[in-house]
């Protein structure tokens, strides 16, 4: 397999700098009318393919990578329709600038899967103009028709007299046109012809994360530099009122402590001793609207809210609710269920970290962020600096999982070293980063649904009460704009896939002051568990089983056969021995852009005297459309189908008066390698664009234990995660 290599710090005079060669500007993230004027501006920084005389191709990557692999299938698809020679590809990473934009956010982040299927149209078409530029150019040489010649890996060929002209000897002396051929999409190369797509080309970054070559923010010195890190209050919106600076700045190798309205800042000569004294930190922290906030009461106050009869909530746009609420009155009977979620932490490997410098004429950060625009603009407003002013050196993440999307990190080290006056590398502890820790929310549900005489369901309602999170990520702007729907927290409460003649779901807002966030999956690992244990409760009380009462409910076809195929894995008519199956659909994307689907199953035992519930096997058929990377895409949804998992059995914070109680992975438990069960994934291949991977497995996971545990007990589990304690309860 050839070795490709990726830069991570790359410039745009750095990259047109060196040897003679073809440079090709796009403008991934921009609509058709400002591509023209950005591609004309000199001094514009644009999205650049760069051949070389001798053959290598430089693409840069406009997403961001955290461990999903878009340095590799991004630059795969410019290369595909480029047909360059995989071989002589070098990958540089993007810096922050709107060309780089993705065309469906709008800005230059990666959250929701949405990365591939995003820039699939734009990547493909770039790669298309400039292999185009190559032939017409080869074309002028030759004296010949452009209709005439075709292209192999690396070379324009014309096959009438057999002349061959590799893309390094046209880079050494052609030019790029001033404006790119116009490429429409039955130009495009056929799927049917793809021999990179589809096919399992080695990751790029597999080399140096497995030498430990691989640089993360941590990794980032800068001379002078000092080390710190930034206690935030342990409540959103609070801050210090008092604490003990003289005995702090006092410590061994301690020199500056700040204070900030959101907390204390320590620096010194090493993280050891920032450490010490951060431990030693004793701080008087302000009221704040969460300082009362208890998780566990919370829950319950929601809980029985829910169950009040004139309980309205915000909707999404452009629902229908009186259609459910006609149905509902007038159903033969009316099947409730009741269902909770708590409050759960990212657990990234890599507690945050950036160093930052602030000097006389700019910022400069290095760091790892889902979001590279806002970390540009958040540090520029707190250096009080134009976005201009601000370097930004995105490092390799260890994990984001929507995490990284929050920059307040990079605020924390901008803070710093302007206060210090130096470069400052702000690490956080694990203990502060749990602290601080941005949740995905605590829900409670309810779900009412309505069935006829014949015990069809005709109408559903599912009610959701849970903290927002829109407002706290992207703002009181786009809040109002969307209606105060949180489309964060609503994510995957619709069943538009079963059918269901009239549905609503509704937001209750429950602001407990808890910093909340985008969780791995937005809003399918509470919503969708919801309404998968839901389904199966009423094909229990229909008697049927759960396969087949899927299989008959469900609209789409694609959804037929991913529920059909994993029964089929699994043989989920096989009778077992002390285990149970429990199974779960599953979706993922958005009405534009399409869906991609799952089907899950489950396979628990549990000690009856513990109440630990075990999963020996996960199985997992997940149709995304067209796999790009095949063997990829397999790992992505390995790992979610983990990561779900945990949140299924393990992972829960609480909060005391506002506070986070766990302090580090001894109470707040991720799945271990000895609790990892036996995972099967096939791959189902419906069409020929990339449809949502990343996120895709969360949705079925925790329904399809929650089912299993039903089939193996006769009792249902309404609250995740299923810890022990609850098991028994739900046993006694």
């Known amino acids: 397999m050839a070795h490709v290599t990726i830069d991570t710090n790359v410039s745009r005079r750095g990259f047109i700098a060196g040897s003679a060669g073809l440079s090709f500007a796009f403008a991934f993230g921009l609509d058709a009318s400002t591509k023209s004027s950005a591609q004309a501006a000199a001094n514009t920084i644009n999205a650049y393919v760069r051949i070389a005389a001798d053959g290598t191709v430089t693409i840069v990557s406009p997403a961001l990578e955290m461990g999903q692999g878009v340095n590799t299938s991004l630059p795969l698809i410019i290369a595909e329709e480029l047909d360059a020679d995989w071989s002589k590809v070098k990958v540089v990473s993007a810096p922050v600038a709107d060309v780089y934009n993705h065309p469906i956010l709008r800005t230059q982040m990666v959250v929701a899967s949405l990365t591939l299927r995003g820039y699939w149209m734009p990547a493909r078409i770039a790669g298309a103009q400039a292999r185009q530029v190559l032939i017409d150019a080869a074309a002028a040489r030759w004296n010949v028709g452009a209709g005439e010649l075709t292209t192999e890996p690396g070379v324009v060929v014309h096959k009438a007299s057999n002349r061959r002209l590799s893309y390094g000897e046209i880079a050494a002396s052609a030019k790029a046109p001033e404006k790119l051929p116009e490429i429409k999409p039955d130009q495009l190369k056929p799927v049917a012809s793809f021999r990179l797509i589809g096919k399992d080309v080695q990751r790029i970054d597999i080399v140096e994360k497995s030498t430990g070559a691989a640089q993360y923010a941590i990794d980032a010195t800068a001379p002078g530099m000092v080390y710190g890190t930034l206690a935030r209050a342990p409540v959103r919106a609070s801050g210090p009122v008092s604490f003990n600076e003289d005995e702090l700045k006092k ?95 990212h657990a990234q490997m890599e507690p945050h970290n950036c160093l930052a410098w602030v000097k006389p004429d700019g910022v400069e950060i290095w760091t790892g962020t889902q979001w590279a625009t806002m970390a540009r603009d958040q540090a520029a407003k707190v250096a009080g600096v134009e976005p201009g002013k601000v370097t930004l050196h995105q ?124 969780w791995r999956g937005i809003g399918a690992g509470h919503n969708n568990f919801a309404i998968e244990a839901m389904i199966d409760e009423l094909a229990q009380q229909a008697g049927k089983n759960p396969v087949e009462y899927r299989i008959a409910l469900l609209k789409d076809p694609r959804a037929k056969r991913v529920i059909e195929r994993v029964a089929q894995m699994a043989e989920f008519g096989r009778k077992r021995e002390g285990t149970a199956l429990g199974i779960a659909f599953g979706k993922l994307g958005l009405p534009p852009i399409g869906f991609s689907m799952t089907g899950t199953v489950a396979e628990i035992s549990l000690d009856r005297a513990t109440g630990v519930i075990k999963c020996h096997n996960l199985w997992c058929a997940a149709d995304v459309g067209l796999p790009v990377q095949p063997k990829n895409l397999v790992a992505q949804i390995e790992g979610s189908l983990i990561f779900a998992l945990g949140s299924a059995l393990k992972e829960r914070v609480t909060l005391t008066n506002g506070a986070v109680d766990q302090h580090n992975f001894n109470d707040y438990q991720i799945l271990k390698l000895s609790e990892t069960p036996q995972i099967h994934v096939e791959v189902i291949r419906s069409g020929d664009i990339p449809l949502p991977v990343g996120e895709l497995s969360i949705a079925g996971t925790i329904p399809a234990v929650a089912n299993a545990f039903h089939a193996l007990t006769g009792r249902r589990l309404r609250n995740a995660p299923f810890t022990p304690d609850r098991v028994k309860g739900s046993l006694a």
């Open 251 to 345: 410590m061994p190798g301690i020199s500056g402590v700040f204070k900030f309205d959101h907390g204390v800042g320590i620096a010194g000569d090493s993280i050891v001793n920032v450490f010490n004294a951060r431990r030693a930190l004793k701080a008087q922290w302000r009221e704040s609207p969460g300082s009362k906030t208890n998780s566990d009461a919370a829950q319950r106050v929601a809980q029985e809210k829910l169950r009040g009869k004139d309980v309205k909530g915000v909707m999404p746009p452009n629902s229908k609710p009186e259609g459910a609420m006609e149905g509902l009155a007038k159903a033969a009977k009316i099947v409730t269920g009741e269902y909770a979620t708590d409050y759960v932490y």
């Open 395 to 518: 490092m390799q993440m260890g994990g984001g999982y929507g995490r990284r999307a929050f920059v307040e990190y990079v605020v924390d080290a901008v803070m710093l070293s302007k206060a210090a006056g130096k470069p400052v590398k702000m690490i956080q502890s694990r203990e502060d980063d749990l602290a601080n820790a941005r949740m995905r929310p605590m829900t409670a549900q309810k779900i009412d649904a309505g069935l006829d005489a014949d015990g069809n369901i005709i109408a559903w309602r599912h009610l959701i009460a849970s903290d927002t999170v829109v407002p706290y990520l992207y703002g009181d702007g786009r809040w109002q704009a969307q209606k105060g729907f949180d489309h964060i927290v609503m994510a995957g409460a619709d069943v538009g896939f079963y059918n269901i003649p009239a549905a609503v779901s509704e937001h209750i807002y429950e602001e407990r002051g808890a910093r909340t966030a985008a």
